[in-house]
């Protein structure tokens, strides 16, 4: 996603929302449920003319790794099928407009 994209800083908020903290969706799934792996992280990276969105999963030794693979779409599939973001963000951070706690990569974040 190009930097000051729009709809950069949605993404911004999606790879936090499903990467951090233990109610996230990929930890929950991947470290709690099928216990693959002790961490998972996510990361938008911006940059002038495209960037990039990456997943870090480092499975347990002889973990197959198919079985991340596995374990990584059905936590996207959960998250799809509950369509929680946008209540989750409104009761952590207020209603659109409203921000009362802004997510740490909003925090002095602005536009060119």
Known sequence: MPLYHPDAYALDVLTDYLSEGKQAPLYTTLVEDKQLTSNVRMFNFSSELAG????????????????????????????????????????????PGQARNPPRRWKGTARA
């Not at 499975?59 to 991340?68: N, Q, W, Y």
């Not at 599939?77 to 209540?87: N, S």
């Open 52 to 95: 990039e969105a990456q997943l870090s999963v480092r499975a347990f030794r002889d973990t197959d790794l198919d079985e991340v693979l596995l374990g990584v779409e059905e936590a996207l599939a959960r998250f799809a099928a509950a369509r929680a973001l946008g209540r989750h963000l409104w009761a952590q951070h207020g209603s």
